[in-house]
């Protein structure tokens, strides 16, 4: 299957992106906080999102490369925008997952006019102290430059324990590939989760929205849902669906979750 990677470069800094599929309509999707790129496992994200390249072309966003020490989220959103308005995209389909979820919620809620419909799974409206504490411990290890230790404890949140066993190997194998520069980045990108807060501007976010969350969600819990449930659920086009033992990476894990996403996105194509 076709696809190319580039990257959109505005004033001093760059942001790589993922492209594929050929459909009418733009499926825009944010991933998760990684140790490493997403874009480097770009292979597997376009065979996982076949379903869509009939009727979208779809655009994968990193994180923008040049990552200052201090980067807040909604600095990372207003930089996504700036780069989908680069591109001369417009009216797009947002999905985003975990801290990618966060990240689009704040798009949608900035930008009303650039989002058609929002998707977000596994995903939070705000960062307490204790749930940042998860994410101090991966900034500890990455600190120390555990890689292994920092891929393990990754893993063991994000997936299921019957399916961190059958990925464990893998995770150590990658950990040994990990360089001083990226181990930097993500400590960046982890940091700047600590004390997100985007209920107040929820009610600027005008579009359908579809949430999914799993019961058994390690990284945010499932309090984390309901707190998007509070904000949006009298919000016309909310949607929310719940899986149990798929996990935080229930995007990945759950079979059903490509055909629930692909649904809700067609049925607001016309909007």
Known sequence: ?????????????????????HGQDVLVILPGLSVQSPLMAAPAIVKQYERFIEDYTVYVFDRRSEVPAVYSMQEMAQDTAKAIHKLKLSSVSLFGASQGGSIAMVIAAAHPELVRCLAVASTTVCISEKRFSLFAEWIALAQKQDREGLYRSFAQKLYPSTLYEQLKDGFAAIAKTVTEDELERFMALAQSLKDFDIRNDSDNIQCPVLLVSDETDAVFDASAALEIVACLRSHNGFEHVRFNGYGHALYDTAPEFKEILYRFLTKHRDR
């Open 1 to 21: 299957m076709k696809y190319r990677t580039d990257k959109v470069t505005i004033d001093h800094w760059s942001m790589s992106y993922l492209q594929f599929g």
